[in-house]
């Protein structure tokens, strides 16, 4: 099972969701929490009647003036039972269909101030279940010096209502890979965001790994992934038509030859057969007049994360 949990800074943006929904679907993520998403409770149903029509969601929505924290999930691979939320958590039970196994899980977006975060660590305590529990999301707190680089120095002020929520609780933060410093404005660097689990987390049968991922062009915040158990092997890569494709000179040339092969047998099979005769001459379309399009996106994508991971 792979859980992502994001701070986006925005999704009504329909680029913002084309990405955002390209990542999910490239990282083949089964329970996806995005931040700060700035949508009325309408919009968070048509964007998912729009790009994720076989996935269910729940948000916050009623107690926000705005759906603060958004979670979807796969319902073929994970089942999650809401239990209750707040401006600034929502607390569910999440359980796999694959291995059959369950744990709570708090996904957190925190206010800005000290003051209003208060409720947020009251909501924390007073949740707290005897089980399996891992809190994950953007706290928008830190808990020593350690965790900012640059700009003002830490007071005890600043971190002591989270330092005093996490040892009320026991939770504590699981081990990572990936960026230390999970949020930045180009001078200031802060660990806000966090994935912590409480005591009995370690009794949990699956392996978790968690993975703070560089972030992208239109965001200040990373990834995060939550890996628990491993992955199932992936199947064979899915055909996609380029719309490029139809404007290239010898789009209609190509098609008709590759068309015009004989299939003889009812309706439905000749167009099915005729469309798979189709790929290999669209593809080698796009390899020699197009370079694969797609691939140079993509390492273009893999330069940027390099480039920010040295950077951090």
């Given amino acids: ?53 076989s996935w269910k969601y729940l948000s916050n929505s009623v107690a926000a ?17 809401l239990f209750d939320f707040s401006a600034q958590a929502i607390h569910v039970l999440i359980s796999s269909l694959e291995t059959y196994s369950m744990f709570f899980a708090t996904f957190v977006y925190g206010f800005n ?20 529990w891992i809190v994950l999301g953007d706290f928008n707190s830190i808990l020593s010096q350690e965790d900012k680089h640059n700009g003002a120095y830490v007071t005890s002020y600043e971190v002591s209502n989270f330092r005093e929520c996490c040892i009320n609780l026991g939770i504590a933060d699981l081990n990572s890979i990936g960026c230390f410093f999970t949020w930045s404005n180009g001078h200031v660097w802060s660990k806000l965001d966090r994935v912590m689990v409480n005591p009995l987390w370690s009794y949990l049968p699956q392996q ?15 990834p995060t992934s939550v890996q628990i158990g491993h992955r199932q092997p992936r199947g064979n890569k899915n055909f996609k038509f380029f719309n490029m494709w139809a404007d290239h000179p ?3 040339e190509v098609t008709l030859q590759s ?5 003889s047998d009812s309706y439905i099979f000749t167009l099915c057969r005729k469309l798979k005769i189709l790929k290999r001459p669209l593809k080698e379309l ?4 197009f370079s694969h399009i797609s691939k140079r996106v993509a390492c273009a994508e893999n330069d940027l994360a390099t480039h920010q991971s040295i950077l951090h």
């Avoid at 003036?65 to 039972?81: E, F, G, H, K, T």
Wanted: charged share 15%.
């Fill in 286 to 289: 796009n390899k020699l007049h």
């Fill in 113 to 132: 101030t000290i003051l209003a975060r208060r409720s947020l660590w009251e909501d924390l305590r007073r949740w707290c279940p005897s089980s399996h």
């Fill in 208 to 222: 978790v790994h968690v993975h703070f991922d560089t972030p992208s062009v239109f965001y200040d915040h990373s």
């Fill in 1 to 53: 099972m792979l859980i992502h949990c994001w701070n986006i800074r925005g999704l009504n943006s329909s680029l913002k969701q084309h990405g955002v929904i390209s990542l999910m679907k490239r990282n083949r993520v089964d329970v996806c929490c995005l931040l700060e998403t700035n949508l009325s409770f309408s919009k968070v149903g048509l964007m998912h009647n729009f790009w994720l029509k």
């Fill in 259 to 263: 068309w015009n092969n004989p299939v």
């Fill in 65 to 81: 003036s705005y759906a603060r924290i958004v979670i979807s999930w796969n319902p073929s691979i994970v089942n999650i039972d």
């Fill in 250 to 252: 010898q789009f209609l």
